[in-house]
């Protein structure tokens, strides 16, 4: 376990460093209060050496100052600005994630794809948060017009509960006016560049608009759209020179590539004129996908990239929450038991005798106790282990299983978790092969290996998807996930898609995500009675969803003419979620119809 040397910075307490770069040292740290009140927060420093840059810390200073008004979901909140020790730092939100840079590294690494539905998220939730920052305006209702200026992969951030999230807009503006050239720290940011930013000329939020294009062109076609050193990159951005998407991948939806132009437009008047108008037509195409994607499904893809990585997380996590405010670690503390003391009677010699005779007995327990386990593990057909110790038994054994075929099932399972599953595969077709006669402990293992499989590429390659998930719910029937990813996949095909989804109800009947998708079903072949009873449904398991449960709800009941319901849901819904455009959209435009119908 890492040990921490807490360093006390101000009202902040500063834990370990997470990073280092050209301008600044990110802390992990936390601020304490009064009555025990913690909260981990990240704390960016400028790097000493920057401190006589005038300009940058001018400019620092004015960007934090607007940084501060920004509260959105999508954007990486900032708490506090200031200078301690002659350090200007900022105090902001801590994310438990990586970057966008990072996230499309370990993908390709591990020859993965993340799925088009989940990239039209991504860049959707981008657009939401820079859309609300071009059109924020101060507390007298003047225009900030706050531009990011360095939108690109490294300042997208996403959390391993599947959040986007946009950073750095405290700094962004004050990095470029850095007067000290760093060789090569060009060459990252150039490439995300607008035409007019890369000339120098005056920008505005159509600028970042551009920036965006970039991000979903790169993770579309999975290749660089300015690629080469910086001199020859250059000439490339002040052009828009770059390679039209679809001559690298002519397999996406003609919608895409319209917004691609759009988004990708060298004069800014030709561009989309707005981030919402971008994420407008994203969420669109996005309605058209059988697999609709949001925070809770990119959450699993993070899970599965990112496992070990979020265990560490979790454990550093924890292990600051035992540093206390005068930065000691709790674990170091030596705790020291009050002594008693007798004047008459001295008792430890007279219990030695008693303690002697029962540490023989436990020993001789214990002796016996792991004899009869050793043989019952490794030979189950010696020692009725299920008679003996039936608790026991239920927990550690299996009838007809050697303890070695045990640990490698166990083995197994943790390899299909951390996605390993070439190594599961081998794994288990050497337990088959040693023992042919315990299928019926083999089978439910290798059916959840084709269902991780099959879940990895269910996005990209619906066909081999399907085919995994037919052998393994064929493997064990009682596959509630195989039963409810096939549902999934078959989406629009209502027959096929209810079939599945009932058999995944017929064995947990408590699983949301089933009757959101039947009630989804329903509600697409105007079964609109059917669909309510599924999502009324819904609403009762209390799912982490319930705006979108209450959003598709709200549709349904419009539909059947019961207005007044309908925008009392939309309401709950955006209580729920305040920062859903659409939900938004949807309100006002029931609530005019609902107006309109009652004005004779």
Request: glycine share 6%; hydrophobic share 40%; aromatic share 10%.
């Amino acid at each position: 376990m890492t040990t921490f040397q807490p360093l006390r910075f101000g009202k902040y307490l500063l834990l370990d460093r997470i990073a280092m770069g050209g301008m600044a040292e990110l802390y992990r740290a936390k601020i304490t209060g009064e009555k025990g009140f913690e909260k981990l927060i990240a704390i960016k420093k400028i790097l000493p050496h920057l401190i006589a840059e005038e300009d940058l810390i001018n400019s620092f200073i004015d960007e934090a100052k607007l940084a501060a008004f920004l509260q959105h979901q999508n954007i990486a909140q900032i708490y506090d600005f200031g200078k301690i020790e002659n350090s200007y730092f900022i105090a902001m939100e801590f994310l438990a994630g990586k970057d966008l840079r990072f996230v499309i590294k370990k993908t390709l690494e591990q020859k993965r794809h993340l799925g088009l539905p989940n990239i039209l998220h991504i860049i959707s939730q981008i657009c939401a948060g820079i859309d609300y920052a071009h059109n924020l305006k101060d507390y007298h209702g003047k225009p900030l017009n706050i531009i990011h200026r360095d939108i690109g992969p490294h300042n997208v951030f996403i959390t391993y509960s599947g959040q986007v999230k946009i950073i750095d807009f405290g700094i962004a503006k004050a990095a470029i006016h850095n007067t000290t050239t760093q060789i090569g720290s060009i060459k990252g940011k150039l490439a995300y560049m607008s035409p007019e930013q890369a000339k120098g000329e005056k920008i505005n939020h159509r600028s970042d608009i551009f920036s965006v294009g970039i991000l979903l062109y790169e993770m579309v076609t999975e290749k660089q759209m300015f690629a080469g050193d910086a001199l020859q990159v250059f000439p490339k951005v002040k052009n828009a020179d770059f390679e039209p998407a679809v001559n690298i991948n002519a397999m996406l939806p003609e919608q895409l590539y319209r917004i691609l132009d759009l988004a990708l437009a060298k004069k800014p008047e030709n561009r989309y004129q707005s981030a919402d108008k971008m994420y407008g037509d994203i969420t669109e195409l996005i309605a058209t996908f059988s697999l609709q994607p949001n925070d809770r499904v990119f959450a699993a893809n993070m899970k599965n990239l990112f496992e070990k990585e979020a265990e560490t997380e979790e454990l550093l996590m924890r292990e600051a929450a035992l540093v206390d405010s005068m930065g000691i670690n709790i674990s170091d503390i030596t705790k020291t038991e009050p002594v008693e003391e007798t004047i008459a009677i001295n008792t430890a010699k007279l219990g030695d005798k008693k303690r002697s005779w029962f540490r023989s007995m436990l020993f001789l327990l214990l002796f016996f106790s792991g004899a009869l386990f050793f043989i019952a593990y490794y030979h189950p057909n010696v020692i009725k282990m299920e008679k003996i110790f039936p608790g026991i038994y239920e927990k550690y054994f299996q009838p007809g299983i050697s303890g070695r075929d045990l640990a490698d099932l166990n083995t197994c399972k943790k390899l299909i978790l951390d996605g390993n599953f070439k190594k599961a595969e081998n794994l288990l077709k050497s337990i088959m092969v040693r023992n042919p006669s315990i299928n019926h402990a083999t089978k439910p293992v290798y059916s959840k290996l084709l269902t991780s499989q099959a879940e990895r590429i269910i996005q990209t390659d619906h066909n081999k998807a399907e085919l995994l998930l037919l052998k393994a719910v064929n493997l064990d029937a009682e596959n509630v996930k195989g039963h409810y990813l096939l549902g999934r996949l078959y989406g629009k095909n209502g027959d096929k898609a209810n079939a599945s989804y009932k058999k995944a109800d017929a064995i947990n009947n408590k699983m949301p995500e089933v009757f959101f998708n039947l009630g989804y079903i329903f509600m697409n072949d105007k079964k609109y009675d059917k669909a309510e009873e599924m999502y009324l449904h819904v609403v009762d398991l209390a799912p982490d969803f319930m705006d979108e449960v209450l959003v598709n709800l709200a549709y349904v009941q419009e539909r059947t003419g019961r207005l007044e319901e309908s925008i009392k849901n939309l309401e709950k819904a955006c209580s729920i979620n305040p920062e859903n455009k659409t939900t938004k959209r949807l309100l006002k435009k029931f609530t005019t119809k609902h107006m309109a119908k009652k004005t004779p």
